[in-house]
């Protein structure tokens, strides 16, 4: 098992249907992101398969896929530490390639201003549940 940040990890790699998917993508170099005031935005987590890290990358990282049925909310989290938990213990052991990887982006701090910190867990687990309407 593996897992594995997008930010940090050495060098690039094809995902299995060859598209390319980037080992390390720093956020502050995006060019969406030029231009944004940092200081009213939000760093947040996401910790995703294979599959869906294939999607935000045909996106041109610009964003991510909408929710599949039965999931109507989009879980993003508030610390990379929990994110990489989630990516290991979960998204690593429920995939094919056995690999979990962790995205970082950037949200306006008043987009987020309408929805609450959710404790799901311990100390470190707090989330954000924007409903999947609201994620584009």
Not at 29 to 39: P, T
Not at 47 to 56: F, M, T
Not at 99 to 107: E, H, L, M, P
Not at 113 to 132: C, D
Request: proline share 7%; with cysteine.
């Amino acid at each position: 098992m593996r897992s594995t940040s997008t930010d940090c990890a050495k060098k690039d790699r094809l995902s299995p249907n060859h598209t390319h998917i980037p080992r390390t993508w720093n956020f502050r170099r995006s060019q969406h992101l030029q231009g944004l005031n940092m200081e009213e935005t939000t760093v947040l987590f996401r910790p995703v398969g294979e599959n869906e890290l294939r999607l935000i990358a045909e996106s041109g990282f610009r964003s991510f896929p909408p929710r599949l049925p039965g999931q109507p909310v989009f879980y993003p989290v508030l610390n990379e530490e929990c994110a990489t938990q989630i990516a290991r213990d979960w998204n690593a052991k429920n995939s094919h390639s056995k690999a979990g990887y962790v995205t970082r982006f950037a949200v306006k701090a008043e987009y987020l201003s309408q929805f609450t910190v959710q404790k799901v867990g311990g100390s470190l687990h707090l989330e954000y549940w924007i409903p999947a309407e609201k994620l584009a």
